[in-house]
């Protein structure tokens, strides 16, 4: 079944860096996948994230505020 990773942020340094982070995890895992971008301020609100970047998966947010590395975004994802 494919995956929806979602990178919420505006496209600052450290928004590139968790989608960077989350395709490396995700190639990894040999997952089906699809990463999508969201930069648009009130979808990440509609999301309830106040502070970016944030990942969610499949719709549902799974950290907010901060880039974890390849490997926590493995357990996030399996």
């Known amino acids: 079944m494919k995956k ?3 990178v919420l942020g505006t496209g600052c340094p450290k928004c590139q860096k ?11 895992l ?6 999508v971008k969201v930069k648009d301020i ?4 509609a999301f309830g994230v106040m502070i970016t970047p ?3 998966v ?7 505020g901060k880039v974890p590395s390849p490997e926590e975004i ?3 994802l399996a």
């Open 4 to 6: 929806t990773i979602q």
């Open 18 to 28: 968790l989608a960077e982070n989350a395709d490396a995890a995700a190639k990894a």
């Open 30 to 35: 040999g997952l089906e996948y699809e990463l």
């Open 42 to 45: 009130n979808a990440i609100m």
């Open 54 to 56: 944030a990942l969610a």
């Open 58 to 64: 499949d719709g549902k947010v799974k950290v907010a």
């Open 74 to 76: 493995k357990k996030l």
